[in-house]
DNA sequence: AGCACGCCGACT
DNA sequence: GTCGGCGTGCTC
């Protein structure tokens, strides 16, 4: 190095980094390191670092700022490393895990751990191994019992875990012990951190580079090899998929390893030949999907099509959100595609959100024939290193669009043109627990308007509050009123369920008019859907003495009857039991169960209609990767006569044989204790009645119900939104909620149901005295008052829409929670927000 | 959230 | 004594 370079080294001002790390602790601030020397000049916003936190804790965090001032109170501890020289999270979405940490009042840490895929978060544990410079056998040091067993089991197994230690000598704490050893020198502590994400890796073949470059050198080679047939076999197998001799340079690339033992030829002597440098092994980082050719191909619109799709268009000159109210089998799908092919076109990035169940294999593969390559899909039932990879994908710029569910609000996009939120009233779309407790429809609203980019809202049943919004010119409206094709809308029949009762008409549960229908359609080879929003085979088990029934020993609910599994569970918490033999309360052995799910319709209608085949669909039936497509390709190829299912029958399925639809119980859906029950009935048994008659024949819906005057019903007949839009409204207005007011519930939690209840107090008094008594409802238990051996107690607050301001008000709240937790004995509690609950 | 530390009761 | 339970405070 020249005098002059030395001297601009050493005289160069150097400036102190201190960058602020979001960790993924529930804890509301980020934490401030000093950058090393050494990354000055590569840590960037966005990048993954490692860092000590805590006495013994290492964690991955991101990069959220970089600045040169130091800590006023401490001495910032040195990054241990830094994961990403690129970021991993664009510098525009830490805004945005801000803006949801705030908007739903939890911390930048909950956020960041939802957002990231766990295959890009590392891992740490601490581990215990003996001290390099420590001999057991020639040591002088005394070890007691548990030392000596943990040293005989290190000198076995090199590397223990906490949790192995803990279980060697079978005690909870062994901290002290294993600080006392470390005293002695006798073991070592270290972290070890592992990347989680693992590219795919093929081995493949290819002839030595010399000998496919000399065609001489080659053809001597084979004139040798004459005596070696299997090695022989191996060549020529080579040159048959690489024609060397003609293209040198296709060699490069080789094949895959595997092809030789798929076309039987020996493995040892492909190995003499790697062996002997005639052939050559390598490896390469492949895809972990499979390739498919981007065949962009115009998609055709009708005229109705066309023209909701110019009404998007000049709707986004002046909105950012638009509402496309399309019924169902209006074709919404194909406007999607034209907008999303204008948006790629434009160089622009485009995300497609669908809940869960409708994100299924034919919209999937519908849309992988149009765009190819270059859409990602995110969806849950994927792997983490397969997230890892649409993630990378996104980053790298490889998937210009993707298709994917609620948490692909977080991919790393940096140039979004169009976000689509398909079946925008969705559920789904809100995380309910645990925190961050976020909607990715509104949450989309945000990523949008960092970006430029406009969002479409689409429902064959909008949301009443996007209606509103829509009405009142907040979004851009547009309405699509024309079924594709010729179909119609089904027709209706209410089945009056306590008339048939009183006629001892009914047969189990089924009602006349049902039974007939799907005799009907059976007798025409058609197939058949029954809806129940039910789980499970019966809601609960009664005693028919004594009225016992049998309860979660976790939570506050009666066990669902699971009669696959011979056994009882609890939906909140996951318990499990037996079915008990006999009454736990009086002995009796006459239990009987109660209610109707989806395993029990099963059951019945096996019996009912014996020689066809009916199949079940909900969550206990889809469990595992592939079941869902499986009972689909099974209903689809008339395998399956009758599909019993939960909403998981309701969503995005085409179905040309099934003209009948049964739903089975909608009292129960609409007597369900919450403001949007009706919506949601609504919304439901308008999305199942589609699933009837989409081709030239008109379908049929049954509707099971033991109030056949409501009026809801003959809103759903009619296919009546705009009447059930205005009436939902005129409610909503009238007892004050959404869209009228803005809704923050607060749970609080507690062990004990008492100190539940005292902090709940208080908090609703803190509440009610900040924020006025009018706007603070409760506590109250809720419907389910114990999960998890957890006490709930609960307190809503209900904002008006207009003159708050919101930030200050959840300040407000945020501050009365810690109040409240900062009194004696009431710090065990835990405070749950849920912003905007759905 | 973890995790350590300190204080207290229970048990070999 | 020591173990384990619980309450409390802290994490750059």
Redesign the pocket.
Known sequence: MSQLELQNNTSTERKTWFADVILP???PKM???RVPMEFNDIACIGARVIV??????ILTGVIGRLHETP?AK?E??YLLELLDEEPVIQPLQINLLQWIADYYMCTLGEVLNMALPSGLKLSSESKVQLHPHFDYYESELDFNEKETAIIEALLKDEVLSYGDISKLIN???I?SLIKSLVYKGAVLLFEEVKEKYKPKKETRIRLSQALADDKKELESLFESIEKKPKQEAILLHYLQEVPVFNHPEKNKEGIEKSSFTQADLSTSSLKTLVKNGILEEFQVIISRFDSYDAALKEVTLTDIQQQAKDEIMSSFQEKDISLLHGITGSGKTEIYISLIQEALQGESQVLYLLPEIALTTQIVSRLRKIFGDKMGVYHSKFSDNERVEVWKGVLSGKYQFVIGVRSAVFLPFDNLGLIIVDEEHESSYKQYDPAPRYNARDVSFVIAREHHAKVLLGSATPSIESQYHAQNGKYGLIQLNKRYGSGELPDFKVADMVRQKNKKLLKGEFSTELIEAINQALSLKEQVIVFQNRRGYSPYLMCQECGWVPKCENCAVSLTYHQYKSELRCHYCGYKEQVPSACEACGSTNMKTIGFGTEKLEEELSLLFPDIKVQRMDLDTTRKKNSYDTIIKDFENGNIDILVGTQMVSKGLDFDNVNLVGIFDIDRMLHFPDFRSYERTFQLSTQVSGRAGRREKKGKVIIQSRDTEQPILSQIITHNYNAFYKNELAERSLYGYPPFTRLINVVIKNKEAQLAKTAAIKLANLLKEQLGAQRVLGPEEPLISRIRNEYLMEVVIKLERSKINLTKVKNIIQEMALEVLQE??L??S?IIFDVDPY
């Open positions: 602790v529930p804890i934490f401030t390191y000590q936190f805590g006495h013994r804790k800590p401490y910032a501890k005690q909870k704490t901290y004696k004995g710090k065990t835990r």
